[in-house]
């Protein structure tokens, strides 16, 4: 077959898959009351588990509800099982084992670049490091799984320049291995990163909420590296995936993912559909009013983060970009006028409902889905429920606090 039949295929698939995902989320969104589970259905979990008296903590988790404890370290797991909960544990994704700027990632100006203490997803020497972190967790008794987080590539909220990354050399020698064209990859994202400077940014990002599909096949087409970089990003990150799963798996182990949102996941290189392959648990981290900055993962933060970095708060177009940057995630119609302040400070609870609504259409009926929200929400009962009448089969907390019971009592009880 020639390069030219291969490259109009290659079109054809991805174009398809494409619409097909569209047309998915399409009905997902409007199934946020798919489910009518009721609390007594829903399994319980707490990531943390902490206090004086760990068995006492415990034991109270238990009659409060919940089922799950994500609890690292022997005392802790011993504690949770004694109280006849299962006990699982967190493992990390791509750590920067040297603070060398060589096992770092590098952005479009050749820039190492710090982002969630992460170093190169694709450097071979740190993708060892962690595989070589779960084949020791794996040893660890009493537990049911583990959960993998920040097995991922930059996200917004880390910067703009950390987002647009990785153009290391470890990178460079991944894509020639991948038969990928690293040179244009960078081209076109630097073009982005041209586009999100210019002038023209505000009148374009008028236009976005009123777009039609075909419209964003025709940019698309505009910045073929664009897209070729975060298919990159998809393969690279579910490389490691698969390779976590066989040693958790291997161990007799059930298998969690804290994955990105289904409207941010694709930005930072994890695919539901792929990962529906090997992954037991989805646990999409839909933090809608999560209070610290930079806040990765957290749907507020990573939100506001472009036009946050573009400095267009208190400028003309402010809302009209803040406007367009919900509309690309799916929330045109949450709120009305928003600013980079009010986004940065909470998004409505039907935010997380809609996002639990589009993770079950990702990966079917045959997963289970366990969002984790944040545990210290004004309007947790809303956000709870929200939650479960999306389709979920449990919601997970994040992250332990001294008034866990209070704070989740609405959401339980």
Sequence with gaps: MTDKAMNRRHFLQSTTAGIGLAACVA?????????????????????????????????????????????????????????????????????????????????????????????????????EASLENYRKMVEQPGIKGILVDGVRF??????????????????EELARELGMDFD???????????????????????????????????????????????????????QHFRALAEIIHGAGLKMGVYIFTPSLAPLVGQSYADLTEFVDVFAP???RNYPDHPGPACLNWELAAVPDALAVAGEEGEIAVMEAVLSLAGFADLMDSPTVAEVQKALPPAAVARETSRARAL????????????????????????????GADGVNFFVYKEQWKEMTAPALG
């Design 27 to 127: 009905k997902s969104v409007q199934a946020v009351t798919i489910s009518s589970a009721r609390k007594s259905d829903c399994r319980y979990w707490l990531h943390g588990l902490g206090g004086d008296d760990l068995p006492a903590t415990a034991a109270a988790m238990k009659e409060s509800g919940f089922h799950r404890i994500v609890a690292n370290g022997a005392a802790a797991i011993e504690a949770v099982n004694g109280a006849g909960m299962e006990a699982w544990m967190c493992g990390g994704g791509f750590p920067l084992i040297r603070k060398e700027d060589s096992l770092r990632s590098v952005d479009i100006f050749g820039q190492p670049q710090d982002w969630f203490g992460s170093g190169s997803p694709c450097a071979k020497e740190v993708r």
């Design 154 to 171: 930059s996200s917004p909220a880390s910067g703009l320049l950390s987002f647009l990354t990785d153009f290391s050399v470890h990178a």
């Design 184 to 238: 244009l990859m960078k081209r076109d994202v630097t073009r982005l990163y041209e586009f999100l400077k210019s002038p023209e940014l505000v009148s374009r990002a008028k236009s976005i909420p009123g777009a039609a599909p075909a419209y964003w096949l025709e940019e698309l087409g505009r910045l073929p590296g664009l897209s070729e970089w975060l298919r990159f990003r998809r393969i690279c990150s579910t």
């Design 285 to 287: 981290m839909i933090y």
């Design 363 to 390: 990966i079917g009926e045959d997963r289970e889905l366990a969002p984790i929200i944040y545990i210290d929400d004004p309007l947790m009962a809303e956000t709870a429920a929200g939650v479960r009448a999306a």
